[in-house]
């Protein structure tokens, strides 16, 4: 059984300046664990909303790597493979007399097998809506048919869905523009912290309705904002990077490199667009740690490998 408050400190340890969000979860964990949820839908469903690089796809693996001993261990579905209404059919295979009936769907019975699955579906807002409908079955019934006809059961599932559907209008505040019908003079970046956090959770919330409909949204459990993050939650992050990157270096190999990440995130914290996606996955932002720190090690037979990322969010 697990222990909520060892949970929740494993977590935030995992996860910086998000504690709603490790809340939501850490709360959901332990229902799950003590059998009190409804045995007909998922153990929790959650959408993660929030400027971009703050963790929102991050936290499910995270929890995955608390779980199951590896982040690794998540079904993650990138959505902007699902633009067009026939995409889905890679989700659950194309049904009998269509091309592609024989090809193995993506969902099969064997990766949801596991008690506590965790299945992200990240970008959520770059589907399309065909995807909506089979997410409607999976939140509602917490089941699904593959083309062949196969039950898959998400009962033991946690849901957890990313999505990026406000970015511009968090954009657009967050580059000094007015607040509301105040006068011009009232700015964003005058606020404090908490007020602008209140402020960009008003927005995307408002945002997320005027996008999915409400049947979809009434399914979800959860629907969280994640905050942006201050400066000592940069540094946090830049101390959590410099323990990986410990782990994984050949001792002075490493000393060089290191140096440039307090300079790189005292450069780009300022920039509310980006925030701190993990440095190890991106090659653009964060004044490109990736191919500045050497993350991505070679492995045999393949021209590059290393640790897997935490993808958008």
Not at 63 to 87: M, Q, R, W, Y
Request: charged share 30%; hydrophobic share 35%.
């Amino acid at each position: 059984m697990f222990k909520a408050q060892e949970l929740r400190d494993q977590l935030k340890r995992e996860l910086i300046g998000q504690d709603r969000a490790v809340d939501a979860v850490v709360r959901a964990v332990v229902v799950a664990d003590l059998g009190i949820c409804d045995p007909k839908r998922p153990l929790g469903t959650f959408l993660f909303l929030g400027p971009t690089g703050t963790g929102k796809s991050q936290i499910g693996r995270s929890l995955a790597k608390v779980l199951h001993g590896d982040e690794s261990e998540v079904v993650a579905i990138n959505c902007t493979e699902f633009k067009n209404p026939h995409d889905v059919a890679k989700l659950v295979g194309a049904p009998p007399g269509y091309v592609g009936h024989e090809q193995p769907p993506f969902l099969t019975p064997e990766k949801l097998e596991k008690r506590l699955t965790i299945i992200i579906f990240e970008e959520l807002e770059k589907a399309d809506r065909a995807l909506y409908d089979l997410l409607l079955q999976i939140l509602e019934r917490g089941e699904l048919k593959t083309g062949r006809g196969v039950d898959l059961n998400f009962n033991h599932c946690f849901i957890m869905m990313t999505s990026n559907v406000c970015a511009k209008e968090v954009d657009d505040i967050t580059k000094n523009a007015g607040i509301g019908f105040g006068p011009p003079s009232q700015k964003f970046e005058l606020l404090d912290r908490d007020a602008a956090d209140e402020k960009i959770q008003t927005i995307c919330i408002s945002a997320v309705e005027d996008f999915f409909s409400p049947e979809f949204i009434n399914r979800i459990d959860e629907i969280i904002t994640f905050n942006r993050l201050k400066d000592d939650q940069l540094l946090a992050i830049r101390q959590v990077l410099a323990r990986y990157a410990g782990k994984i270096g050949d001792g002075r190999r490493w000393n060089g490199h290191l140096r440039c990440v307090q300079e790189i995130l005292d450069r780009e914290r300022n920039q509310p667009a980006l925030w701190c996606t993990p440095a190890k996955t991106r090659g653009s932002g964060i004044s490109g740690i990736s191919t500045r720190l050497p993350y991505r090690r070679k492995r045999p037979g393949s021209q590059s490998g290393g640790p897997r990322g935490s993808g958008e969010g």
